[in-house]
């Protein structure tokens, strides 16, 4: 078994027969559809799955195959740790809470300023609204 994005050496075993003809013998990888000749190649597993390799070999007269399949799988996943444990997260947080209460003391002069505004003219439009009943009732006096 080996994992997408190993590299593998795949090399023959030199031998010999009773002809000593081993000079003359061709080595043909079939690597997944994909041949070459070679007495040792290097492959590097790009995909999961099934990765079949046929190993032929010819002295010029005969030929013997052999073949192997490699079960390639995803590279597991580590999980991902902070390199200083608790310190990350807590120092992320205190941050963030600086940060909104900068934004509320930032907003709240504001806020406060548009209050005194509709208090202020809440206050300026009852005056207003006396000032005319009063001068609406002094209208209604002289007109009897």
């Not at 990888?29 to 590097?44: F, I, R």
């Not at 990765?51 to 490699?70: P, Q």
């Not at 406060?112 to 000032?131: F, I, N, P």
Request: charge should be neutral; aromatic fraction near 6%.
């Amino acid at each position: 078994m080996a994992y997408v994005g190993d590299s593998v050496d795949l090399t023959t075993g030199y031998c010999t027969d009773a002809d000593d003809d081993t000079a003359r013998l061709v080595y043909i990888w079939d690597l997944d559809g994909s041949p070459e000749e070679a007495q040792t190649v290097h492959v590097t597993l790009k995909r999961a799955g099934n990765f079949r390799v046929v190993l032929r070999v010819s002295d010029g007269n005969d030929t013997s195959e052999a073949s192997l399949t490699i079960e390639v799988k995803a590279k597991p996943v580590r999980p991902v740790s902070a390199p200083y444990g608790w310190v990350v997260p807590v120092a992320v947080l205190a941050l963030l809470a600086v940060l909104t209460l900068v934004a509320i003391y930032m907003l709240a002069p504001a806020r406060l300023r548009r209050d005194d505004e509709r208090k202020t003219s809440g206050s300026q439009a009852r005056k207003v609204r006396k000032a005319s009943g009063a001068k609406h009732r002094a209208l209604d006096r002289e007109e009897e």
